[in-house]
Every structure is written in C-alpha cells, then in structure tokens.
C-alpha cells in the first residue's frame, strides 16, 4: 500500500514539474498527441487494454511519452488504470 501511494505522489511530482517545464499550449498539444500516440501502439501491440479516460489523457498531455510510459508502467504493476 505504501508502495502504491509513493509512486502516485512521485508520478504527481513529475507531473507538476513537466507542466511548468513545458509551458505553452503547443508543447502541451504536441506531447499529448505524441504520448496518446505511444499509448495507442502500446495497446495494440502488448495487448494492454488501458482505458482511454480523463486521468490519462492528462496525465499524457502534461507529461506526453513519459507519461505514457508511466501510465503502461502502471497498469504493468497493477496498481492504476
């Protein structure tokens, strides 16, 4: 449990500093395809079946392949998504 509890903070935290590293709209746009694009190949290719909802499109939109990254790490783990 508190495994899980520091790996979402820690993914917050990385987040937070991503956003404010990556400012501007078109950044923003550009990663959440890029990410979005990433994830979409993850699940064809590995079969994953993450859901495409709210919390992961932000979470690729801020922080674009590393959020998608974190996001397939996570469902790899068990712990989201």
Known sequence: MA???VIVLAAIVIAYLL?????????MVVN???GLLVLV????VLGLGIAYT??????CA??????AILVILLHYVGIFF
């Open 3 to 5: 495994t899980e509890i």
């Open 19 to 27: 956003y404010h590293v990556l400012k501007t709209v078109k950044n």
């Open 32 to 34: 959440a395809i890029i």
């Open 41 to 44: 190949i993850a699940n064809i």
């Open 54 to 59: 709210w919390v992961v499109v932000l979470t």
């Open 62 to 67: 801020i922080a674009g392949v590393v959020g």
